[in-house]
């Protein structure tokens, strides 16, 4: 029966760029979900009889959600629902199963790399038909209504078993539950020479990908050790914790400092992986090489030729503004587009929509393609182990004679967790008024060419986004970004992102931090970090 329950608007539901994201006891406020979930469904308009895709990262909190999403999606009018076994979708399944259901959207439920548990992170994301993130016209809608939201409605009805594939009805809603991973799968054999892959693991090639207590662990089983044959073993941490096993979802250096030193040891495998809470982030190591984010989209964009589902060549390539311009000089000797767009992913959707790109991604750790419209973890993984079955080469190998045709891009991001918002604030805003006198400003050998605050014409919907992060460009190429994070839960997160170009092969092998120390030093200096932090070092440096 539908039930139409009176509630009150919360102050705090507004989406950012990845959905509403908040600690597991904010959401467990009584009503706080519906009134979100009331108010994505109050935005869209058409869904009536259409299918819904559900699922999420399978955190604390998600099967309770889920069932709270289906009855409400049953009281809304949707046809049908198409829920993942046991409410679980990573985020690029996810999309991949909206397009490829036609699905009129999604609803995933995620904080992607923040940690998970009762006192964790926790998050709720609407994705539109194309698979990718609502745009910014729909997420306005959604914060405007959760301002005046005054009832929601809910079907009335036992939970269904999430774990039983099949169908169910939930009173006019067709509930579907399929296997998380089959969909999925069947794009990734369509995209990359499964064939060749499996050649190269049975002549010995070794991997380590850790799932990290997420939900990519039974997709990374199915297909690394199921479809390509990686001995058994391959995959670690493979089964999937409400809680992530206490740990931090992030394959970063901090958090994957495993596989880093697994990969620098003498009994390293060749290749070493991870990827996120959600599954859309990855992180690639080769023996003795860590591969960065920025490296890592150059690389496959230069080399995607060799997959199938990119043998006619890509249409472009975008970045996100941190990112660094490893991408740029590939796109510029394949003769094809290059954008620099906002951080955040669905900056991307509207491109790939109209086919001027076909692979994108940010420092961050996200590379995707034209294949969904959110960025995929073990796509990027399989896109390498393609391009490695098919060059015979180490990952250090394809790394370094990279850099020998293009040149490095020395990068490296440094954050500034949990300060005082008032003082991260405080240091953009005065970035922001010396814009002007920092320009053609000269520090010691370093000379400022341009200073901005990055704006972004979006060419496909003409759209414009103001105050994406202030850019300090040298003469040298070199490069100093400050913006703060917008993903954060807890006060303001700084996140420093500095370059340097070399061009010198002879100076490539120069460790990372040492190439750049004098631009790290530079860029405290110049933002006042201390000042205006009390944070005399970064806690994150990746
Ligand atoms: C971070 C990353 C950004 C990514 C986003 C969602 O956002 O920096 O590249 O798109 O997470 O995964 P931030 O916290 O910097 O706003
Ligand atoms: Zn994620």
Redesign the pocket.
């Known amino acids: 029966m539908r039930q139409t329950i009176e509630t009150r608007p919360f102050a705090d539901q507004q989406p950012g760029?990845?959905g509403l994201r908040k600690k597991v006891p904010h959401f467990r406020q009584p009503h706080y979900v519906e009134n979100f979930v009331q108010s994505i469904f109050d935005s869209l308009e058409g869904f009536e009889g259409k299918t819904l895709v559900v699922g999420g990262d399978g955190r604390y909190f998600n099967a309770e959600t889920i069932q709270t999403v289906l009855k409400m999606a049953a009281a809304a009018g949707f046809g049908r629902a198409v829920v993942g076994r046991g409410g679980v979708l990573s985020t690029p399944a996810a999309s991949a199963l909206i397009r490829a259901l036609g699905a009129f959207g999604g609803i995933v439920l995620s904080a992607?790399?923040n940690p998970g548990g009762p006192d964790g992170d926790f998050g709720v994301k609407y994705n539109v038909g194309n698979g990718g993130p609502a745009p910014e016209k729909i997420t306005d809608a959604i914060a405007a209504r959760t301002k005046t939201i005054a009832r929601y409605h809910i079907w009335q009805a036992p939970d269904v078993d999430l774990a039983r594939l099949g169908e169910t009805a939930l009173g006019p809603l067709t509930v579907e539950i399929v296997d998380p991973v089959t969909n999925y799968q069947r794009l990734m054999e369509q995209l990359f020479d499964f064939a060749a892959i499996r050649a190269l693991f049975a002549g010995g090639f070794t991997m380590r990908f850790d799932a990290m207590s997420a939900v990519t662990g039974p997709y990374a089983k199915a297909i690394l050790e199921g479809a390509l044959g990686a001995a058994p073993g391959t995959v670690i941490n493979a089964e999937p914790l409400p809680d992530f096993g206490g740990h931090h979802p992030d394959p970063n250096l901090v958090h994957a400092r495993h596989l880093y030193d697994l990969a620098m040891s003498k009994n390293a495998p060749d290749l070493c992986a991870a990827s996120d809470g959600d599954g859309?982030?990855n992180l690639v190591i080769g023996r003795d090489m860590f591969v960065t984010p920025s490296d890592s989209l150059a690389i496959l964009a230069a080399n995607a030729h060799v997959a199938p589902g990119y043998a006619k060549g890509i249409a472009g390539v975008a970045r996100?503004m941190?990112t660094s311009a490893a991408a740029d000089r590939v796109a510029a000797k394949l003769g094809v587009g290059c954008y620099e767009t906002p951080?955040?992913?669905k900056f991307f959707g509207n491109l790939l929509d109209a086919g001027l790109v076909t692979i994108c991604g940010?420092?961050?750790a996200?590379t995707g393609s034209s294949h969904v419209r959110e960025k995929d973890g073990l796509w990027a993984v399989l896109l390498w182990l393609n391009i490695l079955a098919v060059r015979r080469q180490s990952v250090a190998d394809i790394v370094r004679e990279h850099w020998a045709t293009y040149g490095r891009n020395f990068y490296s991001r440094h954050d500034y967790e949990e300060v005082d918002a008032a003082g991260a604030n405080a240091l953009m805003t005065a970035l922001r008024e010396r814009l002007p006198q920092l320009k053609n400003q000269r520090f010691g050998a370093l000379t400022i060419r341009e200073a901005d605050d990055f704006a972004y014409h979006d060419p496909v919907d003409g759209s414009d986004s103001k105050k994406q992060g202030v850019r300090l460009m040298f003469e040298d190429g070199s490069r100093i970004v400050y913006?703060l994070?917008?993903?954060?839960t807890a006060g303001a997160?700084l996140?420093i992102y500095i370059e340097r170009y070399e061009p010198d092969a002879a100076r490539h092998a120069i460790d990372t931090q040492a190439a750049l120390a004098d631009l790290v030093a530079l860029s405290r200096d110049i933002a006042g970090v201390e000042r205006h932090t009390g944070r005399a070092a970064p806690s994150v440096v990746t």
Do not use: K, M, V
């Open positions: 760029t990845s992607s790399h859309d982030r996100s941190p951080t955040g992913w940010e420092e961050s996200g913006r994070s917008g993903t954060g997160t996140r």
